[in-house]
């Protein structure tokens, strides 16, 4: 088989996606278009028994958006705020600035032109299972196999949208509260909202690759 033609624009893709939240452009409109085809691309991210039991709530109405928006910064700023005076009085600025950057977004949330929300239909899997869900165990029932098959999914959908020119991020502080979210969404509790993704056209020019530590730090070779 064929490596690609093109290393270092598919090795640029892999290293510079990264969280967007203070250049998230709130003005311009992101078409449905875009945002079905990079959901369409992610599909073909591996999950267990590829039983695709995601489903992925999109968000475009603003008032939906608002009231969603609002409901994760509720959640988020008390959480957050100690986090960064934690990592102030310790002294941690890298650590801060981050802090600081997911308030930033947290205020904005709502207006986000575009809020996806990839749940994992947690009834469709107990039904492959043959076993009856209980209602009040469906928010926290994810199982590490079930998040594994959905964030690899999350991951490619993010990469398609940074290949179009978009932006986003992974959030999920709003877990802490999924109940409030899911009527706010109008969806079943069944769905665990595993995260939320801002998505919107990006300000200013190219990006940059985020720190990470060597690779050799990180593997253990036997
Ligand atoms: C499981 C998980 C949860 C996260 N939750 C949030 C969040 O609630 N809000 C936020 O703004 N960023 C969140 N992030 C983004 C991380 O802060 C970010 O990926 C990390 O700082 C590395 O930066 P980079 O993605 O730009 O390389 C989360 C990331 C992951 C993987």
């Known amino acids: 088989m064929q490596p690609f033609d093109d290393l270092a624009q598919i090795d640029k893709l892999l290293t510079t996606t990264k969280s967007v939240r203070r250049r998230l452009d709130l ?14 691309l992610a599909a073909y991210a591996p999950n267990a028994s590829n039983a695709q039991e995601w489903r992925w709530v999109v968000v ?10 609002e409901q994760y910064r509720k959640v988020l700023v008390p959480l957050v705020s100690t986090m960064l ?6 002294g941690d600025e ?3 600035r981050i802090s600081r950057s997911i308030l930033y977004l947290a205020d904005r949330m709502g207006e986000v032109p575009v809020l996806v929300f990839p749940c994992y239909d947690l009834e469709a899997a107990a039904r492959r299972y043959g076993a009856v869900l209980s209602p009040e165990r469906a928010p926290t029932a994810m199982r590490s196999d079930q998040y594994a098959s959905i964030y690899p999914a999350v991951w490619s959908f993010q990469l398609a949208l940074r290949s179009r020119g978009l932006g986003s991020v992974l959030t999920t502080a709003h877990q802490e509260d999924q109940a409030a979210m899911a009527e706010i969404l109008d969806i079943p509790i069944s769905w ?10 990006v300000t200013g020019e190219d ?3 985020s720190p990470r530590g060597p690779v050799a730090d990180t593997i253990v070779w036997r």
Do not use: W
């Not at 003005?27 to 369409?40: G, K, L, M, N, S």
């Not at 475009?60 to 928006?69: E, I």
């Not at 665990?192 to 056209?201: E, F, K, R, S």
């Open 192 to 201: 665990d909202q595993t995260c939320l993704i801002p998505v919107a056209h």
């Open 94 to 96: 890298a650590g801060a």
């Open 207 to 209: 990006f940059t690759p």
């Open 27 to 40: 003005e311009r409109p992101v078409a449905r278009d875009v945002v079905t085809d990079c959901i369409r």
């Open 85 to 90: 005076r934690n990592k102030e009085a310790a």
């Open 60 to 69: 475009d109405d603003p008032d939906v958006r608002a009231r969603a928006g």
